[in-house]
């Protein structure tokens, strides 16, 4: 399958989850992927799976000397990029009474400044008609207890897809957002108990319209979508969440 073939893409948060399935998509249509991440070994073992046409650099995105060092890679790798996947991005639980300065600062260091000068330090990159796409979250949308700083975050992301695109469509680029619902990545499982994590997932399967948690490659394939073939379509936010937030 060549549908990418020829394009070159940057995936923050690209080591697991969704951004891996977003490489693992583009890679295998023929597309050249840079991935990034903060733990090496997840990375070490994404590239296992990706193959010789993924490269992965190891940084914190709310860190602007990495995001630096993040866009001299590129230039160097890839040189030009026709889609850039925002990715990156943290997801606690921290309600509202007992919600820590230190814990607020750290949700909106990663999700929000990060994604912002993501955009920027790549901009640059970006060749004409390019997609970026940033992933919000269904929380920006709904009221969910326990998400009040994450989903503030969110909502920001989504003001950005709008402000950001308006910035950067004189340059052909076009910013969009995909809004995941309940997604099945797996990382339940490394936060809690086992029990807790069926628990987790059977309250959200039953709540929603669709009766099933999503999976990472249908989030990736909306992703690929807004990146590569919505060409007429510019500061939108795409919900893949089983119709959680429209029925």
């Given amino acids: 399958m060549d549908q990418y073939s020829g394009k070159n893409a940057v995936i ?6 969704m951004g891996l399935a977003m490489a693992g998509l583009l890679v295998e249509g023929g597309a ?12 070490d073992a994404a ?21 630096d060092a993040l866009a001299d890679r590129v ?20 309600p509202f009474e007992s919600t820590t300065e230190e814990a607020y600062d750290e949700l909106f260091a990663i999700n929000v400044k990060g994604a912002y000068f993501t955009v920027q330090k790549l901009a640059p990159l970006l060749s004409a008609g390019a997609g970026v796409v940033l992933t919000t979250s269904i929380a920006n949308a709904v009221g969910m207890p326990d998400t009040s700083v994450y989903a503030a975050g969110k909502a920001a992301l989504r003001s950005m897809a709008r402000s950001l695109s308006r910035e950067l469509l004189s340059r052909g680029i076009r910013v969009n957002a995909i809004s995941p619902g309940p997604i099945d990545t797996g990382v339940l499982e490394n936060t809690m108990t086992a029990e807790a994590a069926e628990r987790f997932k059977a309250e959200r399967v039953a709540g929603n319209p669709m009766r099933r948690l999503g999976t990472t490659e249908e989030t990736a394939r909306a992703a690929a979508f807004l990146a590569f073939d919505a060409t007429y379509t510019a500061g939108a936010e795409l919900a893949v969440d089983g119709g959680a937030t429209q029925l």
Avoid: H, M, P, Y
């Fill in 32 to 43: 050249r992927v840079v991935i990034t991440g903060r733990s090496q070994a997840t990375l």
């Fill in 12 to 17: 923050t948060g690209g080591g697991s989850g």
């Fill in 47 to 67: 590239l296992e799976r990706l193959g010789g046409n993924a490269v992965a650099v190891r940084g914190d995105v709310a860190s602007l000397a990495d995001l």
């Fill in 75 to 94: 230039k160097d790798e890839l040189g030009t990029v026709e889609a850039l996947f925002v990715n990156a991005g943290v997801a606690s639980l921290t």
